[in-house]
């Protein structure tokens, strides 16, 4: 968005070389952002998981006029070629390149949607492990509760095993990770059918149960939870101990709106 609205302010044309959604271009998950809680994390209305490539992404950023000031952009995507809706990267035949430094594998890319609600939290998200945001846990944690109940739950697509990890410094992706050269006790999360798996949905389930399982020992830093979920009705319920499997339904026609909104700046079949 910054380089789109540098673009317009000094005349520029913009191109944008599209590239695949790595988690596929069909699954919406999430609330939509509520626009109360823009921020670094959310600057648009759309969900978490939105479904788009980023050329869709900036075409719908001009089409519906979200720019500062004004959207008059001279954009142009180029399409890429062969890649359909229903693809996750490892299909395209192309080299896993991280888009960041703590996006290290596909496998990261699938639960960040959902073990990213950590960074709002004194729980370390792995980073400065080998799988941050696949390895979630802190000193002390007992990690066969925690599994045992996440596990009850049936969350579609995923199951939950005990870990140990110690997060490590890193120059690049962990210059200071939580709970540092600390061995730590956690929950894996490993995806066995992502084609089931909801990945916003089993974040919100892990937070909710390591919650109320040390409501006095982890914090959660509300209003940064707000912004990554793009909502407060959910950090409230999670605070409360009243998350169900079902609380994300609420935002079903929100998905709805917004799939019927994005239908025009989609450039590639299912």
């Known amino acids: 968005a910054n380089v789109m609205e540098a ?12 590239r695949p959604n790595p988690i596929n271009g069909i699954d919406l998950e999430g609330p939509v952002l509520d626009m109360t809680l823009i921020s670094f994390f959310g600057l648009f209305p759309i969900p978490v998981r939105h479904g788009l490539t980023l050329g869709e992404l900036a075409r719908m950023i001009v089409g519906e006029g979200w720019l500062n000031y004004n959207s008059n952009v001279d954009l142009t995507v180029v399409p890429m070629e062969g890649w359909k809706r229903s693809m996750w990267y490892d299909s395209t035949g192309l080299a896993w390149i991280p888009p960041s430094p703590n996006m290290k594998t596909l496998a990261t890319a699938t639960v960040y949607p959902g073990t990213c609600f950590f960074e709002a ?5 792995g980073r400065g492990t080998p799988k941050p ?7 002390n944690l007992n990690s066969e509760k925690a599994v045992s109940l996440l ?17 490590r410094a890193d120059s690049t992706s962990a210059p200071d990770p939580k709970f540092r050269d600390k061995q730590c006790r956690g929950v894996s999360v490993r995806v066995v059918d992502r084609k089931k798996y909801r990945p916003v949905l089993t974040g919100l389930m892990m937070l909710s149960i ?11 830093l509300q209003g940064r ?3 990554l979920t793009g909502d ?16 994300l339904e609420q935002f079903k026609s929100q998905l ?6 994005r239908a025009k700046y989609l450039l590639y079949p299912e």
């Open 7 to 18: 673009a317009r302010d000094f005349g520029k044309k913009m191109y944008v070389l599209d």
């Open 225 to 227: 939870l707000d912004r």
């Open 210 to 220: 390591l919650h109320d399982l040390y409501p006095r020992k982890i914090q959660i």
């Open 256 to 261: 709805d709106q917004f799939k019927q909104r």
């Open 133 to 139: 945001f696949e390895y979630i846990g802190a000193p």
């Open 232 to 247: 407060t009705n959910i950090g409230e319920r999670v605070m409360r101990g009243k998350v169900e499997k079902e609380i």
């Open 151 to 167: 596990n009850r739950l049936r969350l579609p697509g995923v199951r939950f095993s005990p870990v140990i990890f110690t997060p």
């Open 121 to 125: 939290t004194n729980i370390s998200e």
